[in-house]
């Protein structure tokens, strides 16, 4: 099994909701990351998780809040969104932290901030 | 750090024939990776192909080849036989040797016509 699974697959929040994207996968993959993609752009990343450690955070602002309950599930925690943080974000996951190791992608969580 | 360059915005190709994607690079890393991976619309992102910068033959896979000019830092991918399913929009990369930081080009969009 190589599948990397998100959901929701689409999020409609306002600027004062509390919501959460979800990340699982089931490869015994040690290594998890969040990226952003907005439209027709690469993706950008965010947040680095090895073994279930908060590894890289990529100066994201601070209503973007992770969370990693195990090794297999990543959690991102949105709060007092703007608008301009409406993207796709994907997750990924590899089975180290060296660069070797392939990154699996989850089909994304496309995010609407109204 | 690391960037990673695509020149090519759009391209298009007839069915059945050969499609070459560009890519130059630059990094400070003495070892990487550079990988090609395609997201087909509205579906996730795979990985095509990936080279190990301190091997000096092309990888190949299938259909799917590279041109690997270490010292012009250059990146290129082949895609022979064009089918329908190959159109997607596809992204260079180049993860650094921690294998913690995937940097992204911009992207190609590639149009396999019938």
């Known amino acids: 099994d190589t599948e990397v699974t998100q959901t929701p697959k689409h999020l409609v929040m306002g600027m004062t909701n509390k919501k959460s994207l979800k990340c699982e996968q089931h490869m015994g993959h040690r290594a998890m990351y969040w990226y952003k993609q907005k439209a027709k752009k690469p993706p950008e990343l965010m947040f680095v998780y090895s073994y279930e450690k908060l590894s890289i955070n990529e100066s994201v602002p601070s209503r973007f809040s992770p969370e990693c309950p195990n090794s297999s599930l990543l959690n991102l925690h949105l709060h007092a969104l703007q608008p301009e943080d409406s993207a796709l974000y994907l997750c990924?996951?590899?089975?180290?932290?060296?660069?070797?190791?392939?990154?699996?992608f989850g089909p994304g969580t496309r995010l609407t901030v109204t | 750090a690391q960037t990673v360059t695509q020149s090519q915005p759009e391209m298009s190709v007839q069915e059945a024939e050969t499609v070459t994607l560009s890519c130059t690079y630059d990094t400070s890393e003495s070892n990487y990776y550079l990988f090609w991976y395609k997201q087909p619309p509205s579906r996730q992102m795979i990985l095509v192909i990936r080279?190990?910068?301190?091997?000096?033959q092309n990888a190949t896979e299938n259909r799917f080849s590279v041109n690997f000019q270490k010292a012009a830092k250059s990146f290129s991918l082949k895609i022979s036989d064009s089918q329908l399913g190959d159109t997607a929009m596809y992204f260079c990369?180049?993860?650094?040797?921690?294998?913690?930081?995937?940097?992204f080009g911009g992207g190609t969009r590639l149009m396999v016509k019938p």
């Open positions: 080279q190990e910068a301190y091997k000096q």
């Open positions: 990924a996951s590899s089975a180290g932290g060296g660069a070797f190791y392939e990154q699996y």
């Open positions: 990369a180049c993860i650094n040797n921690a294998g913690n930081m995937l940097t």
